[in-house]
């Protein structure tokens, strides 16, 4: 029973993460066709420039966080500007948006690797202190990101169903055609995608970082794959399904390793759990769990 | 820069070069013929590699034998991955192939008992002891360079060896390539690219022909996983990372999707940007450290992937409209 309720509680720490990290992914999918392979290295990036701030110049957390989710957008915006509004333009295929994703990242890895180093980093937060819940062990910091996770899940939910722009997105993703005509400003939409796409990696990246207690610069790119296992069981391009999808998937990988599921898998196996998910998905419903049969794939 | 004008360098980079040649043009059948993202090739090179060092390390098995096996066992794999995903539309079915290569790399990386687990093939259990590991990569490429002593002196090593495996085998296989592309099988093939249905209602089988082409895409990655196993002897998990997928695509779209000829420009012009890093040590570069200017390899393949798809997405000596499909 304890073990229930501790892999479950896991579960929902670590499904939190891949449901902030999966939205950004899934919205830019929505409204640019772009599967983002970025996505991973601006985790790392947030985490790690979260780091700097707080550990190295030792300026506030919360405000290392907030500065950091600012650069996120920043670059995101930058890469806007010079890349992707180009590769619209042009009319770039998938292959090309594909392949300007990877060169993203293989570039921002390096980068990331020169400013912060290599070294294994941890924050300056008592990552030991643990909480005991009814026979389940409960790390300080995953209760903290728990709460706050949960509360930024909350506030994307209600920014995408209620704020003028988050509308706007989803009128875009349904029908680029008719919304640009119906007035929407489509610069403006793609650009607002990206900005938050941008703010939530960093998010995402410190809230691993904290759950992980130690981290290193391939943090955010190990993940990728299952992020994009939490898009795709949550119905690609669709934001509210990569939340669900992200919670689900998180609890899925943890209370695999119960022995009630095939004896329980091992925990060096978690990444295969998901990489298998994400296969899996493909193969059987590719539509995903909220997506209909006769969706293109 | 004296590294530079070192034989020694350029005959790295041209081994180097040849075995990603052999590994692109993998790459190259499957996009330029076939229309198939696979963005988890590197797996199949991870398949054969593997099996090579297993069966000679722990089997005692002949090299060539276990090559063979290797690469048999890399086609197989593409069947699999075929099988299952290559049904789904190209951006799916891309992100399936690098799901289906990290599995592979995840089983290697945890099953100790038979692949060493992370600390590679060295970890092998060997009857023969250390010198078991490398004996007959050694063996083979020893023999060569004995016979290339007369000729060329102290030059003769390894790398030097490595070439002459290799570079017949691009040679040989490019051949084998640019005759695949005049065939009625490719051009099927070249018409499901653009539209599955015409082939179709010309009673033509476009999943099967798919298949065939990622088969054979898979054999290159297989044989390009031997001539690495043969290069470096040892293997460890990190060799085969995502990553690696994208050194042989950044070659393919260099080259352009169906310039078969172009590969061996793009192919050089990769190993002497993967080699060269270390000795870039003009400032400011010079401000790095060695380790640091191996992470400059990484971010120049990035920038020249993106360069290429603002600027050239048809590569050096491809055709627009090939490239910007889709």
Partial sequence: MSDLIQYTFNGLVVGSIFAIAAVGISLLYSVLRLVNFAA?????????????????????????????????????WFLELVLWRNLRRNKAGTLALFLVATGVALMLRPIIQ?????????????????????????????????????????????????????????????????????????????????LISGALGSLAGVFQGLVQGQFNNSMGESLLLSFFAAVVLGTIGDAYGALVGGLLLGLFMELSQLSFFFGGVPSNYKPVVAFATLVLVLLFKPEGIFGYRGRKV | MDAFVQPGFWVFVLALAGIYGIFALGLQIQYGVGGIMNFGHVGMMAVSGYTIAVLVIKYQW?????????????????????????????????????????????????????????????????????????????????????????????????????????????????????????????????????????????????????????????????????????????????????????????????????????????????????????????????????????????????FVIILLMLKRPQGLFGKRQEMVLE
Avoid at chain 2, 265 to 278: C, D, M
Wanted: no cysteine; proline share 3%; glycine share 8%.
């Fill in chain 1, 40 to 76: 991973g290295d601006f985790l790392t990036l947030g985490a790690f420039l979260t780091y700097f701030l707080s550990v190295t110049l030792e300026l506030n957390f919360f405000f290392s966080i907030v500065v950091s989710m600012l650069a996120g957008m920043g670059i995101s």
């Fill in chain 2, 62 to 302: 002949s090299f060539w034998w276990a090559a063979f096996v290797g690469v048999v066992l890399a086609a197989l794999l593409g069947a699999l991955l075929g099988l299952t995903t290559l049904r789904l539309s190209g951006d799916y079915f891309a992100i399936a192939s690098i799901a289906f290569a990290e599995i592979t790399r995840y089983w290697i990386l945890n099953t100790d008992s038979v692949t060493g687990g992370t600390q590679g093939t060295l970890a092998i259990p060997n009857p023969l002891g250390f010198g078991g590991y490398t004996n007959q990569p050694d063996l083979i490429l020893t023999w060569i360079s004995d016979r290339l002593y007369p000729i060329v002196g102290d030059e003769a090593s390894r790398d030097m060896s490595m070439i002459f495996i290799v570079w017949p085998f691009l040679f040989l296989f490019i051949w084998i390539a640019s005759k695949l592309q005049q065939t009625s099988w490719a051009r099927v093939l070249r018409a499901t690219r653009e539209d599955d249905d015409v082939p179709r209602s010309l009673g033509k089988n476009v999943f099967r022909f798919r298949l065939q082409t990622l088969v054979i895409g898979s054999v290159f990655g297989g044989i390009a996983g031997v001539f690495w196993a043969l290069q470096f002897a040892l293997l460890a998990p990190e060799d085969f990372l995502r990553i690696v997928t994208f050194y042989g695509w950044m070659i393919l779209i260099l080259a352009g999707a169906t310039r078969v000829k172009g590969l061996i420009i793009a192919s050089i012009f990769f190993g002497f940007l993967y080699g060269s890093t270390r000795f870039l040590e003009f400032w400011p570069l010079s401000l790095l450290s060695s380790p640091e200017r191996a992470y400059l390899r990484v971010f120049l393949i990035g």
């Fill in chain 1, 114 to 194: 020169f400013l912060f180093g290599t070294e294994t980093r941890k924050f300056n937060i008592d990552i030991l202190k643990t909480y005991d819940f009814l026979g389940a062990r409960i790390a300080h910091t995953q209760l903290l990101v728990l709460i706050f996770a949960s509360a930024s899940i909350l506030v994307i939910a209600l920014f995408i169903s209620k704020a003028r722009i988050g509308k706007d997105m989803r009128a875009y993703a349904n029908n680029p055609g008719l919304a640009a005509v119906s007035g929407i400003n489509v610069d403006r939409v793609v650009l607002a995608t990206w």
